[in-house]
């Protein structure tokens, strides 16, 4: 069995954490750098990354995370923070085409900045939807990187991204300008001693009403 499958199946979204774990260089390097090599549409990485591992800022948001005791209770909330229209066009397109391209394959250039419209317009999503499918990869990646080295790590959609979006503000850690939430990621160590720790059992649809092979 591939050790991917093996981790996928076996690992868990923590509801509870262990709050005293702080987790070690090595670990926070493995999960950032899966994140930050994840593949993104045209190669545009349309996206940083947040790792708030201050509690007193995560107990501000705890409130705009619906309350989940993950909030400030695990040992890191990594936010993937998407950029708006206006610096993807004048910004990020460009300085990415000046990275991955080299100088002379201008109609390559031009090549990726008609991608980026066209998968938009062929998917009928907008700029921030682009984006934020992105950072949804980039958090598949982090996802599966965290279960390798055992780290509990779980995605949240469970929040009020504008109210949270307004906190990172007041800390000077988002620019609302230009910038928005895509997602987020608790991570640490579940707490296997409290109540709750997991939901339910750990459960797929079937194969044959998930996938189909067609030879
Ligand atoms: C995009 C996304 C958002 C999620 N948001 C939350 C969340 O806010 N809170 C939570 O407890 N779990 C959240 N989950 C975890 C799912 O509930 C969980 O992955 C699913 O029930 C399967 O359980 P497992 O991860 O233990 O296999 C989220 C998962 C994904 C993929």
């Known amino acids: 069995m591939s050790k991917t499958v093996e981790y996928l199946k076996t690992r868990r979204s923590p509801k509870k954490y262990v709050e005293s774990y702080k987790l070690s260089d090595q670990e926070k390097e493995v999960i950032l750098e899966a994140?930050?090599?994840?593949?993104?549409?045209?190669?545009?990485?349309?996206y940083r990354i947040l790792f708030i591992e201050n509690k007193e800022i995560r107990e501000e948001m705890k409130e705009f995370c619906w309350n989940q005791p993950g909030t400030a209770t695990?040992?890191?909330?990594?936010?993937?923070?998407?950029?708006?229209?206006?610096i993807m066009k004048n910004k990020i397109i460009?300085?990415?085409n000046e990275r991955n391209v080299?100088?002379?394959?201008?109609?390559?250039r031009e090549y990726r900045v008609l991608a980026y419209e066209n998968v938009k317009s062929g998917f009928e999503i907008d700029n921030d939807q682009f984006c934020a499918r992105q950072a949804y990869i980039s958090l598949g990646c982090a996802l599966v990187a965290a279960e390798e080295i055992g780290i509990d790590f779980c995605p949240i959609e469970g929040m009020l991204p504008r109210k949270i979006e307004k906190i990172l503000e007041k800390h000077n850690l988002i620019d609302l300008e230009n910038e928005f939430i895509c997602v987020a990621a608790f991570m640490g160590k579940v707490d296997k001693e409290s109540r709750n720790y997991h939901a339910f059992d750990k459960l797929r649809r079937e194969k044959n009403e998930?996938?189909?092979?067609?030879?």
């Open 35 to 46: 994140s930050r090599w994840a593949p993104s549409s045209v190669g545009l990485e349309p």
């Open 74 to 86: 695990s040992s890191a909330m990594q936010i993937w923070i998407g950029y708006k229209e206006e």
């Open 94 to 96: 460009p300085s990415q």
């Open 102 to 108: 080299p100088e002379g394959f201008e109609k390559a």
């Open 210 to 215: 998930v996938y189909k092979i067609v030879e």
